[in-house]
């Protein structure tokens, strides 16, 4: 599940990090925008993954206590998924929700203040999934 998490994160970073991702290749700027119609999906499933992660990885930080960059990774995996799929997925939670109700007004005010901070959580949230998928593989042992 951890595999599947970081994967979905990295198509959620390549998103965050979209525009200074085009500002460099402007002719990635075609394979960026495939991307972008599953933006709303890609941001729930990255919430939900999240928030599954989260659930798991409380029982994995207490066996990695001895590890700080494999227990860093798994960190900015959770946490940078469920920022962005908070931010990405919100437009498409926001149709499911009946009516116009004061949650809704509220998550797009989070929603707004988090979007600020979306190329740092792009970042980060790649270094960390990158790491995750290493250890996963056992390319780079945890230290």
């Known amino acids: 599940m951890q595999l599947i998490a970081a994967l979905l994160l990295i198509a959620g970073c390549i998103l965050a990090l979209s525009g200074p991702i085009v500002a460099r290749r402007p002719d990635a700027r075609e394979l960026i925008n495939k991307l972008v119609p599953f933006q709303g999906a890609i941001g729930v499933a990255l919430l939900v993954m999240g928030i599954l992660s989260l659930l798991s990885t409380l029982d ?18 959770v ?15 926001a149709k499911w ?28 949230g790649l270094i960390g999934a990158a ?3 290493l250890f996963r593989l056992g390319i780079l042992p945890p230290m």
Do not use: N
Request: aromatic share 6%; net charge neutral; charged share 10%.
């Open 60 to 77: 994995v930080l207490r066996g990695t206590s001895g590890y700080p960059i494999l227990s860093a990774s798994l960190l900015a995996v």
């Open 131 to 133: 790491a995750s998928i």
């Open 97 to 124: 929700i009946p009516g116009d109700s004061p949650a809704e007004q509220k998550a797009a005010e989070i929603s707004a203040k988090i979007a600020g901070f979306q190329v740092v959580l792009g970042l980060i």
């Open 79 to 93: 946490g940078c998924s469920v920022l962005l799929g908070f931010l990405f997925g919100m437009p498409l939670i």
